[in-house]
């Protein structure tokens, strides 16, 4: 079961689901949390963050209804594969390409040449 890096802010205006569940599509859209990884039971995730079982089931109904997630039953939730793994996946790869052209020396601009040059050609 993956650990979820998750806090509620009983001050901030929006509603403890939303805090829960945009902190969890952020965790699954940045590659934090990949294709397979099992979340916390709905029971532990609200005992931990000091919320009602039913207001974590409801941030993980959105986040099913948005493909992000799939419930399995007694397998419990896992993160779902699809667009959004192929999307953090790309977004990792682009940073190290991001880091390893500036600490080559290539500028902004030559770097997006070389990736325009890259889509030419494949």
Do not use: C, W, Y
């Not at 079961?1 to 940045?30: C, H, K, Y």
């Not at 000091?50 to 941030?59: D, F, M, P, S, W």
């Not at 993160?79 to 190290?96: C, K, P, Q, T, Y």
């Amino acid at each position: 079961m993956t650990e979820l890096d998750v806090v509620v802010d009983p001050a901030s205006r929006e509603a403890p689901f939303e805090q829960v569940r945009s902190q969890v599509e952020a965790l699954i859209r940045s590659g934090r949390l990949v294709p397979g990884d099992r979340l916390p039971t709905v029971r532990a995730l609200a005992v931990d963050l000091g919320l009602a079982a039913n207001t974590v089931a409801r941030a993980f109904k959105e986040l099913e209804a948005a493909g992000l997630v799939e419930t399995r039953g007694r397998a419990g939730t896992v993160v779902a594969s699809g667009e959004h793994a192929a999307e953090a996946a790309l977004a990792v790869l682009a940073e190290r390409f991001v880091a390893a052209a500036r600490q080559a020396g290539v500028g902004d601009a030559a770097a997006v040449e070389i990736v325009r040059r890259a889509q030419r050609g494949a």
